[in-house]
């Protein structure tokens, strides 16, 4: 159980379009989900946080209007990356968290590079 | 500093060796510890949790001091499938998960 997947597992796109990465719990309901970045050789950085329905909770140095995230379901969180830039080329993992523990369960990842 | 420090390694071992792996916190506060494996281009997984009495799941012994800020993982008897990287994760009163740096580990024949 506590499945979580991530769509899609790898993106390629152009300097300026936006990409949506999907991060779904398959057999539990989320009520919080978490997204992080990792560059090559560092360790997962916390984007933010995002409880159903509510608005998302940004780290420190992270743009909101960059990085928009979505809650909208039980099972379902969405990250747009707009208006990409190469150096937004990273590794996007999302993790959930049900209401029965605080154990988070890591989707597989997004490696997202921007050409 | 950075709230969880690791040595990046890497760790270089034969088969069979024992490896220890350290790791400091700043944030007396945090409340969970955690060491979790990421293999190369992976999500990652957890390995185990960490408790002041320091608990053991097979060849891994995980130990945490608090006095300190400070948690170790003992790995005994390497094998090859034991090469990933291993992220020191402290959670926070907040619930936010923070990850070290990880210690890289490779396990030779």
């Known amino acids: 159980g506590a499945v979580v997947s991530q769509h899609p597992s790898w993106v390629i796109c152009k300097s300026g379009t936006s990409v949506k990465i999907e991060c779904r719990s398959l057999?539990?309901?989320?009520?919080?989900m978490f997204w992080y970045r990792q560059f090559p050789k560092q360790s997962l950085m916390l984007m933010a946080t995002s409880n159903e329905g509510s608005k998302a909770t940004y780290e420190q140095g992270v743009e909101k209007d960059k990085f928009l995230i979505n809650h909208a379901s039980l099972t379902l969180s969405t990250l747009t990356v707009t208006s990409a830039h190469p150096e937004d080329s990273s590794f996007y993992i999302c993790?959930?968290?049900?209401?029965?523990?605080?154990?988070?369960?890591f989707g597989p990842g997004t490696r997202l590079t921007v050409t | 500093r950075k709230e969880v420090e690791q040595d990046p390694g890497p760790f270089n071992v034969p088969e069979g060796a024992t490896v220890a792996f350290n790791c400091t916190y700043s944030n007396s506060a945090s409340q969970s510890f955690f060491w979790y494996r990421q293999d190369c281009r992976k999500e990652p997984k957890l390995l185990m949790s960490v408790y002041s009495s320091g608990n053991e799941d097979g060849r891994f012994t995980a130990q945490l001091n608090r006095a300190s800020q400070y948690i170790s993982l003992l790995i005994r008897d390497s094998k090859l499938s034991d090469s990933a990287t291993y992220l020191c994760v402290v959670n926070k009163n907040t619930g936010k998960l923070i990850f070290g740096q990880g210690t890289t580990l490779q396990v030779k024949p």
């Open positions: 993790s959930a968290r049900g209401d029965f523990g605080a154990e988070q369960y």
């Open positions: 057999d539990f309901q989320a009520t919080t």
